[in-house]
C-alpha cells in the first residue's frame, strides 16, 4: 500500500509542499518562495509560471531529502490563494501576469456592472457582491485593457487549478473557487450561461466543474520529470486555500469556525444551508454539501510581515546575534505594551479592505501616537487591529444569521501566543490552534485521500488527521478596555470612508 498523500498550497508569498502519513502526521515538507509585483497603485500580480517553478524545486528538494520516492504517494491535491484570472491559450500557455486577491484595478468596471445589471441582481445568483478582488472583474479587466489576452485566452484557471494543469494536462475548475466568478450559481454549483452572456465572459472560457475530492488526470510524464513525482499518480481538482485550510482544521459540520492567520486574516463558518450577506464572502466548501460564509480581510498575517521588514531593525539585529525569530522577539516587543497599546490603534487596510467595508482605496492607519508610545505600540496596536477586524467581520456574520462559539486557528499568526490570545480576548470567543502550519496543506492531502478511497469519508479523515494544539480562552478582565478600543476602531474606519471612495 502507497504510504503517503501529498498537498500542494499555493500561497501569496510561497508554495509549500507536504507529504502526510494516513493519520495526517507530516512525513516531509518543504516551500520555496515567489515575489508580488505592484506595478501601479491598485495592482497586485504574480507570474504563475513562477508557482510551477517553486512547486518543481521544492518537490524535488522534499523527496531528496526524506528519500520518500514519488512512488510511495497515492494521490495528490493542491489549494491555492483566491480570485486568481489566469488567461491560457490553447497550449496552455500564460498569456500575462495574473491580478491576484489584492489587485484592486477593475473597481470603475465594478461600478459600471452594479450600474447596468444591479447589485442586488448580480448577488442573487453568485451570494457575492461585485468587487474588484473577484476573478469576474479581472476577465473584463483584460477586454478593456488588454484585449489581445482576452481574445487569445481559451480558459481562465484559478491558482490550484493551474498546478493541476502542469500536473496533468487537464483544465478544470473546482467547486469552492467558483465563488469569484458572478456566472456560477452558488446554490447549485454550476455555470450560468444567460449570466456569462450578461457580464461579457465567453462561456468558452469556463473549464468543466469538478468536486474538490475528485479525480482529475494523473501525472504527466514530463510533469514527473521535472517534480520527482512518478508518472501516473492521481491528482484531484483540490480547492481554496481558506477551504482547504478550513477542513484541515477539521471544520465539516454547520456551525463550526476556522480562523485564518495567512496573509490575509478572516474566518470561514461552515454551514450546511445557503447563507450570504453582501457586505461578506460565500464559497462552497471542499466538503460537499457546506458552504463557507467567510469575512476575508487583507489585515492578516501581512500586516506583521510588513512591520519585519520595516519597523524591526533591532528585533533583526537581536535575532541575528542570538539565532532567534525576528517575529518572536517582535512577540517580546509587543508582550511589554499592556491591552490596549494605551489607546493606539492601527486600521489594517494595507491592500484596500473586503470584508465587511469593501473600500478597495483605504488605507492602513495608526492613530494615537504621541512622543511617549513606541515601537512596541505600535507592533501590540497592528496585532490588535487585525483582531478587530476579525470581530467586525464575526459581528456581521452574527447580524446574518451566523453564530460563532469557538475558532479554530490556523496559519502562522496562530504560532504566537500572543496574537492568538489578543484575538480571543477582543472576540470573546474560544481559540483553539490547531497544526498551523501545516493546515492547509493537510486538507488539500485529505482531499486526495477522499478521492483515491485512502478515506471512506470526511468524518473517518477529520477523526483520524485533526488534533488541537492549545486553547484560548478569552481573559474577562482586557474585555473594557477592548471594547473601547474597538468602538473607536469602527468610529475610526467611518470617519476616513469619505478619503476612500
Known sequence: MKEYLLGIDIGTSACKVALFDRDGSVAASDGESYEVSYPRPGFAQQNPDDWWKAVCTALRRMLADSGASGE????????????????????????????????????????????RLSED???????NPMQPSYTTAKILWYRQEMPWVYE??????????????????????????????HCFNMRT??????????????FRMLPEIYECHQVVGTVTEEAAKLTGLAEGTPVVAGGLDAACGTLGAGVIC?????????????????????????????????????????????????????IERELAGAEKAEGKASGRSTLDLLNETARAVPAGSEGVIFLPYMAGERSPIWKPNAKGVFYGLDFGKTRGHMVRAAMEGVAFSLRHNLETAY????????LRAIGGSANSVLWTQIKADITGR???AMASDTATTLGAAILAGIGTGVYESFEEAVKLCVRVRRTHMPNPDTRQIYDGNYRRYRELSECLSCFWE
Open 72 to 115: 510511495q504517494i497515492a494521490g495528490i491535491g493542491v489549494d491555492g490563494q483566491s480570485w486568481s484570472a489566469i488567461a491560457v491559450d490553447q497550449d496552455g500557455s500564460v498569456l500575462c501576469d495574473t491580478p491576484i486577491w489584492m489587485d484592486t484595478r477593475a473597481a470603475r468596471i465594478c461600478d459600471e456592472l452594479n450600474q
Open 121 to 127: 441582481r448580480i448577488f442573487s445568483l453568485a451570494g
Open 152 to 181: 487569445k485566452a481559451d480558459k481562465i484557471l484559478q491558482s490550484n487549478s493551474y498546478i493541476v494543469y502542469r500536473l496533468t494536462n487537464v483544465m478544470s475548475q473546482d467547486k469552492s473557487q467558483g465563488y469569484g466568478l
Open 189 to 202: 454549483g454550476d455555470w450560468d450561461r444567460e449570466r456569462c452572456e450578461e457580464l461579457g465572459i465567453p
Open 254 to 306: 454547520g456551525g463550526q469556525t476556522q480562523e485564518q492567520g495567512g496573509q490575509a486574516g478572516g474566518m470561514s463558518i461552515c454551514t450546511d444551508t445557503f447563507l450570504s450577506d453582501p457586505r461578506l464572502i460565500v464559497s462552497m466548501h471542499v466538503v460537499p454539501g457546506r458552504w463557507l460564509l467567510q469575512g476575508g480581510t487583507t489585515g492578516g498575517g501581512g500586516v506583521m510581515r510588513w
Open 399 to 406: 447580524e446574518a444569521g451566523a453564530n460563532v462559539d469557538v
Open 430 to 432: 474560544t481559540i483553539e
